[in-house]
């Protein structure tokens, strides 16, 4: 996990912005007042497998894929899980769990504090876009396992790319 300090940012893309998709805005002024922890790469299947003794995935053969095909209650109830197992083991305090990130803490993350397209620069021709995501142009349309590619300035890898990630609150 990567501790992320609180701060305020600008959720959302300007209109004029290159390739900006129609639910990307509006921008909004955001303040996190609290710090967080975020997982360093996305949830792999084999970490999956052992909290929740199952793999949904549909690319298996690598437990470092991340875990896809799962529904918003399979990721809460996988949090869920490993808070009751690590609060057991005591691994973490009773008043601590893990949970997935806002929309606006995602964001706030994938941004590393920049202000740019992506967390590397704008970047309008994706000539570096390779160096940080799998994405349909590298990927060969398969799940690849985590951190392979560069991290974003906060140390947090995937954050474009891959597969989805769920957010804890509603999508808007």
Known sequence: FVWLPGGRFTMGSPDTEQGRQGDEGPQTEVTLTHGFYLCQHEVTQGEYLAVIGSNPSYFTGDTN?????????????YCGQ???????????????????????????????????????????????????????????????????????????????????EWCSDWYG
């Open 65 to 77: 894929r991340p875990v896809e095909q799962v529904s918003w209650n399979d990721a809460t109830n």
């Open 82 to 164: 490993l808070t009751a197992q690590e609060q057991a083991a005591g691994r973490i305090p009773t008043n601590w769990v893990y949970r997935l990130p806002t929309e606006a803490e995602w964001e706030y993350s994938c941004r590393a504090g920049t202000t740019n397209r992506f967390c590397y620069g704008d970047d309008p021709g994706y000539t570096l876009l390779g160096q940080y995501a799998w994405y349909s142009a590298n990927s060969g349309s398969l799940a690849h396992p985590v951190g392979q590619k560069r991290p974003n300035g906060w140390g947090l890898y995937d954050m474009y790319g891959n597969v989805y």
